[in-house]
T-cell receptor, first 117, second 112 residues
Framework: GAVVSQHPSRVICKSGTSVKIECRSL??????MFWYRQFPKQSLMLMAT?????????EQGVEKDKFLINHASLTLSTLTVTSAHPEDSSFYIC?????????????FGPGTRLTVL | AQSVAQPEDQVNVAEGNPLTVKCTYS??????LFWYVQYPNRGLQFLLK??????LVKGSYGFEAEFNKSQTSFHLKKPSALVSDSALYFC??????????FGTGTRLQVFP
């Protein structure tokens, strides 16, 4: 079945540094990937839609200069949290849309827990 | 605008008993409805979806959900709960765009 991986699974960094999170579709091509953020005991909030070969589409209230998204290939999207601060600590989850599936359903990665000290 | 409501923060059920996790939705046009399950510190696992066709949808791990258009509901059900079903369950809706709108989640606790 469709598998999505994320790397790293967990990262701790100092305030002011940048962190890159990778999202890969392992056995299918994904022209569209999605980045979500989940706070403890809360739902997933869509941050942005990542489109291969073009600029990402950000949801209202999400700073595009802070959360840089690159989708350079059909199997890889990256999210870079620039100049991270403690309030950026969260669980980040990506998903990928399988165009070959019977419906454009999304398959989710295992998530990356970011802790900013 | 699309929205999803999961009115229960937590559902408790004894092992072997039937379980129901409630979900209601609001969307313009035909809804595409999904249920996902999340275990601690993990991503979401797909359980089932309703696109069109039969109102009763069968999914993974013995779960099923019934689409009720008049009540705009898509409740998740299982005839006999297992302790291993204990997890966080999310209902989501899409209006055939790429975006999924998630509910706030319901924590299912199955007691031995």
């Amino acid at each position: 079945g469709a598998v999505v991986s994320q790397h790293p699974s967990r990262v701790i960094c100092k305030s002011g540094t940048s962190v890159k999170i990778e999202c890969r579709s392992l056995d299918f091509q994904a022209t569209t990937m999605f980045w979500y953020r989940q706070f403890p005991k809360q739902s997933l909030m869509l941050m942005a839609t990542s489109n291969e070969g073009s600029k990402a589409t950000y949801e209202q209230g999400v700073e595009k200069d802070k959360f840089l998204i690159n989708h350079a290939s059909l199997t890889l999207s990256t999210l870079t949290v620039t100049s991270a601060h403690p309030e950026d600590s969260s669980f980040y989850i990506c998903s990928a849309r399988d165009l070959a599936g019977p419906y454009n359903e999304q398959f989710f990665g295992p998530g990356t827990r970011l802790t900013v000290l | 605008a699309q929205s999803v409501a999961q009115p229960e923060d937590q559902v408790n059920v004894a092992e072997g008993n039937p379980l129901t996790v409630k979900c209601t939705y609001s969307v313009s046009g035909n809804p595409y409805l999904f249920w996902y399950v999340q275990y601690p510190n993990r991503g979401l696992q797909f359980l089932l979806k309703y696109i069109t066709g039969d109102n009763l949808v069968k999914g993974s791990y013995g779960f099923e959900a019934e689409f009720n258009k008049s009540q705009t509901s898509f409740h998740l059900k299982k005839p006999s709960a297992l302790v291993s079903d204990s997890a966080l369950y999310f209902c989501a809706v899409s209006d055939n765009t790429d975006k999924l709108i998630f509910g706030t989640g319901t924590r299912l606790q199955v007691f031995p």
